[in-house]
C-alpha cells in the first residue's frame, strides 16, 4: 500500500499570505529567521492579520540557516511559556524546519531528539497546535512536506527528521515574498528544487501520484529558474509554484542519494558549510550516473532527457548523458560551482578572492566517515540503486574531483 500525504490546504498567489486572518485559534506564535521577512514588511503583515483575527501572537525570530538543537529547544521552550493552539512558521527552509522540531518538544516536552531521528517514529502531534507554513524562498518546500533538517552541531552532522505528523496544515505560497530573494538564494534552493523532482521520480516510492509532480516540476524549473536567478517576477511566480509541486512529489515520494550526501557533507568540514542546494547541484549529476546502471532508473532519466526536456540523443545512454551535461549547464549560468574541489565559501567557485574550503587532505581524512554517515541517512534507503559506505566513498571522491562515474 502507499500513502499520499499533503497540507489540508494550500493558498497561491500574490497576496495568499493574508489567509492566515481566516484561521480559528486564540494563541499564535510566529517563527521567523534571520531579519528578511521584516525588513520586507511581511511579518508586520501577518502579525497584523493575525491580531485583527483576535489572535494573542508572540514572535520568536531569528533562527539561523542551518537550525541546530538548541535552537530547536529554545523555540519549544517559548512555546510551552505561551501555549500557542497555532504555530505560523515564516520564511525560509530554515525557521520552518526548526518550528516543526520545536512544534514535537512543544507538545511532547519528555520527548528526545534522538528518538525522532528515527524515521517515521514521531508522536501524535495536533494536541496543542495546528501549523501553518509561509515559504519565502522557492527550493525546500518545506511548507507541504513531512520533512524537517535540523543540525547537531556537536557531531557535525544533519539530521533529516521524516515524519507525516509534521506535514503542515496550512502551506501558503505567496510568490510577493521571493520577489527580493538575492539571485544566489535563488540559485541554490532553485537547485535543490530540481533535486526533489529527480530524486523523487527514480525513487522505489515513487507513485503515479508522486511521478505527475516531479515530471511538471522538472519541465518547469529548467525553464524558469534562469529568468529567476535574472530577477524576473514572472518568473518568480513559475518557481515559486514549482518548487512546491516538487515537495508534494518527494514527501510522499521520498528521495535518494544526492540528499544522504548533502546532509552528510554540510556541516563536516572546519572552515565552512556547504550550502545544500549547491550540494545538490553539485552531487546530482553524479547520482545519475550512478543510478543510471538500474535499469529502472536509466529508462526514467531517459524519458525525462527525452520527452520531458528534448534533449537530443538516440540510446538511453547518450539521452541519459545529454541530461547530466543539462545539469552542469544549469550550474554553470547559475554560477554554482561544478565540485567540492572548486567550492569556496558561501556557494561560489574558487577564485582569486574566494579561496578554496575543503582542502584534498581534510576531504580524505574526513571521507571514511561522510560516507558511513551517508549510508545510514533517512534518504538512503529508497535511492534506486544499493548504496553501500564503499560506493559513497568512490562517489564523493567523483564528487571532489568533478570525475565521472562509470562504475
Known amino acids: 500500500m502507499g500513502r499520499f500525504t499533503n497540507p489540508r490546504d494550500l493558498y497561491f498567489g500574490e497576496g495568499a499570505r493574508h489567509e492566515v486572518k481566516n484561521l480559528k485559534g486564540s494563541k499564535a506564535i510566529i517563527v521567523s529567521g534571520g531579519g528578511s521577512m521584516r525588513r520586507g514588511g511581511f511579518l508586520q503583515d501577518i502579525q497584523k492579520d493575525l491580531e485583527d483575527a483576535g489572535f494573542e501572537v508572540k514572535l520568536f525570530e531569528g533562527v539561523e540557516s542551518d537550525p541546530s538543537i538548541e535552537t530547536v529547544m529554545k523555540g519549544a521552550e517559548a512555546m510551552r511559556e505561551f501555549e500557542p493552539d497555532w504555530i505560523i512558521a515564516l520564511g525560509g527552509g530554515s525557521p520552518i524546519d526548526a518550528a516543526k522540531a520545536m512544534w514535537v518538544f512543544y507538545e511532547y516536552p519528555e520527548e528526545s531528539f534522538d528518538n525522532i531521528i528515527q524515521p517515521f517514529s514521531f508522536p501524535e502531534l495536533r494536541q496543542k497546535a495546528h501549523f501553518c507554513a509561509i515559504s519565502s524562498t522557492s527550493g525546500t518546500a518545506t511548507e507541504v512536506t513531512a520533512f524537517s533538517v535540523i543540525t547537531d552541531y556537536a557531531k557535525g552532522i544533519k539530521y533529516p527528521l521524516a515524519d507525516f505528523n509534521i506535514t503542515p496544515d496550512v502551506a501558503i505560497v505567496d510568490p510577493e515574498l521571493t520577489y527580493s530573494m538575492p539571485a544566489k538564494l535563488c540559485a541554490h534552493t532553485g537547485m535543490d528544487a530540481l533535486t526533489h523532482c529527480m530524486e523523487a521520480y527514480v525513487s522505489t516510492f515513487a507513485s503515479m501520484f508522486t511521478d505527475a509532480n516531479a515530471l511538471h516540476g522538472i519541465r518547469e524549473i529548467v525553464e524558469w529558474l534562469p529568468k ?30 544526492v540528499h544522504s550526501m548533502a546532509h ?12 545544500h542546494g549547491a550540494a545538490n547541484a553539485m552531487y546530482l549529476g553524479k547520482v545519475i550516473q550512478w543510478n543510471s546502471k538500474d535499469p529502472r532508473a536509466a529508462e526514467r532519466y531517459a524519458y525525462v532527457a527525452k520527452e520531458v526536456l528534448h534533449l537530443p540523443g538516440e540510446t538511453n545512454e547518450e539521452l541519459i548523458a545529454a541530461l547530466v551535461q543539462k545539469v552542469r549547464d544549469l550550474n554553470d549560468q547559475l554560477n554554482i560551482p561544478q565540485s567540492i574541489k572548486d567550492y569556496a565559501n558561501g556557494g561560489v567557485k574558487v577564485d582569486d578572492e ?4 575543503v582542502s584534498e587532505e581534510e576531504f580524505l581524512a574526513k571521507l571514511p566517515e561522510i560516507a558511513a554517515n551517508a549510508e545510514q541517512d533517512a534518504c538512503t534507503p529508497e535511492n534506486p540503486r544499493e548504496t553501500k559506505a564503499a560506493d559513497f566513498e568512490k562517489i564523493l571522491k567523483a564528487c571532489y574531483y568533478d570525475t565521472d562515474i562509470d562504475f
Open 354 to 357: 574566494h579561496p578554496q574550503m
Open 264 to 275: 552528510k557533507t554540510g556541516a563536516a568540514f572546519e572552515n565552512g558549510h556547504i550550502i
Open 228 to 257: 529567476s536567478y535574472e530577477g524576473d517576477k514572472e518568473a518568480r511566480q513559475h518557481m515559486h509554484e514549482a518548487q512546491c509541486i516538487a515537495g508534494i512529489a518527494f514527501s510522499s515520494g521520498l528521495l535518494g542519494i
